[in-house]
Every structure is written in structure tokens, then in C-alpha cells.
């Protein structure tokens, strides 16, 4: 996905956000803006937005000295999650079509974000994350949902890369593919999370705790940008990634770096700001399970193509 000018106030907006929880007084969060706004004129709007993500938080890494501001917060949403597993795993139990409600809690679980976790309240984030479930069955007929080209494509696949997202959301990762695993148990499943720390996206350290690497293989994109941008990827993971035979790619940031991609893509994700849900054609707070080629089609005909 390319770069909108609406997205240039919210460059700004992270940049602070992101030195305020450095601990940056307002001297040198003026200094970080300075320097962003020295940046902008030279980024292409034919970039993604993670491209410029990766110079915003590198500035703040900078000239703060701090290398993981969001530290804290990432503890803390792997906490909640790994708190409200088991209740999770006995929805996917109980449930008519286990596969269809494990992805749907996989993508609820998008929620999971540093900016509203103010609690533990453990029941009260259960029953917030079961509401947007409710959101996806609704969604579930429409084009925005291809429940049934991924079941498709699960049975075919080989090698599946899966993109993780954000700490704590890994939690529900871990339970889309375990329940990928119990119905499809040769699969070789690859998770991929950041290399260095950018905004509250996971780490291995995170995938770990959440004990992601029990059900799968868990590695490095080499990354330090809020979405999957392939020229900084390492050499190792682009290896697996043209290998793979199809990609699970979590949130919102893995869909603005790849949404142009052609290889086999299911983006699973909440439509969080309204560029992305223009772009796609959704609302703000939609559910997605949006399969590449789909994409691509819509693209051809939004283009007149």
C-alpha cells in the first residue's frame, strides 16, 4: 500500500507518542519532530508507510538513547493475553467449527493494542475481544472474509509462513495454529517476528513467552519496521519466504508492506485507521480476512483495469 498525505499527520503523532514513552522531555521531542520534518520532504508517497515507520522510530531510538520505549507495555499485553488463553481455548473446544473460531479469536485478538490496555481486568478483555469475534461472523459471507478460499489453501499448503504482529497477540496465534495443527498435523508452520524493537510488535523473547515456539518454528524477519517490508528483510527469511507455499500475515502494518505482493497472502487483520479502510474499501473497525488475489481483483477494477 502506498503512502496518503493523511498519513503524514499521523508520522508526527507516532513520533511523539513514541518519546513521550522514552521518557523525552519536550526539548528533545521538539528535537525528534525537527528531525522528522527535515525526513519528510524526501520520502516517496510510492513507499509504504512502515518504510517511513522504520525512520520514525529509528529517530526516536536516536536521540533518545532508549531501544525499546514500548518494553513495558509488551510485558504487560503478554500477560493479559497468556491470562485469558485457557477460557480461549474452551471457546475453540466448544465450539461447532473450531477452525473458523480459532482464526476469528486470531483476528479479534488484533485488539491487543499498547494504547488501550490500561487493566488486567482479565474478563472484561475477554468479553471486548468476543464482541469483535461477533464482528467477524457477520463479516464472514462478504468479500472482505474468504473463510473458504483459506481452508482451501490450508489443505494444500505444504509450508506456511505466518507474520506475527503485535506482543501478547501471539497468544492468539499460538491458538489459530494449534488448531491448524490438530487438523493438519505434517504442516510446517514458520513464525516470524521483528529482529529489534519497533513500536509493541513482537520479538522472538515475545513469541516465546506466549510459547509460540511449542507449535512452531520460530524465527527473525531481520526487521525493525512496523510491517514486513521486504528489501530489509534478512537473506534467511526471504529464503522461506519464496518458499512458502502460502503466508498468514497478522495486523495492519503486515498489510500495508505486502498488500501489492503477488505470492499466496491471507491478511488478517482490524481495519484501524480510515487510509487503510479507504484503501480497501472497509470501515473503520472491520474484520479482515482478505486473500491476496482478491485484493488484487478489486485493485484491477477500482483502477478500471
Known sequence: MRTYLDCIPCFFKQALEAARLAGAGPRTQKKIVNELAKVL??????????????????????????????????????????????????????????????????????????????????????????????KAIKNESKELFNYSEFKHALRNAETILYLGDNAGETVFDRILIEEIKRLHKNKRIIYAVKERPVINDALIEDAKKCSIDKVAEVISSGLDTPGTVLP?????????????????????????????????????????????????????????????????????????R
Open 232 to 304: 530489509f528483510c534478512s537473506k534467511k527469511f526471504l529464503k522461506i519466504y519464496k518458499e512458502a507455499d502460502i503466508l498468514i500475515s497478522k495486523g495492519q502494518g503486515n498489510f500495508e508492506a505486502l498488500s501489492d505482493e503477488k505470492k499466496a497472502i491471507f491478511f488478517l487483520f482490524m481495519a484501524k485507521c480510515p487510509v487503510v479502510a479507504r484503501d480497501i474499501g472497509c470501515n473503520v473497525g472491520d474484520i479482515i480476512l482478505l486473500y491476496s488475489k482478491h485484493r488484487r481483483n478489486w485493485m484491477k477494477l477500482k483502477l478500471g
Open 41 to 134: 520532504p524526501k520520502f516517496s508517497l510510492a513507499s509504504s508507510p512502515p518504510e517511513m515507520g522504520r525512520i520514525v522510530y529509528g529517530l526516536v531510538r536516536k536521540i533518545t538513547h532508549q531501544e525499546d520505549p514500548y518494553k513495558k507495555i509488551k510485558a504487560k499485553s503478554n500477560k493479559l493475553a497468556l491470562r485469558l488463553y485457557n477460557k480461549l481455548k474452551d471457546k475453540v473446544r466448544h465450539s461447532n467449527n473450531r477452525l473458523l473460531t480459532a482464526l476469528e479469536l486470531a483476528i479479534a485478538g488484533n485488539i491487543i493494542d499498547y494504547g488501550v490496555k490500561n487493566s488486567l481486568d482479565v474478563d472484561k478483555e475477554l468479553k471486548r475481544i468476543l464482541n469483535e469475534e461477533n
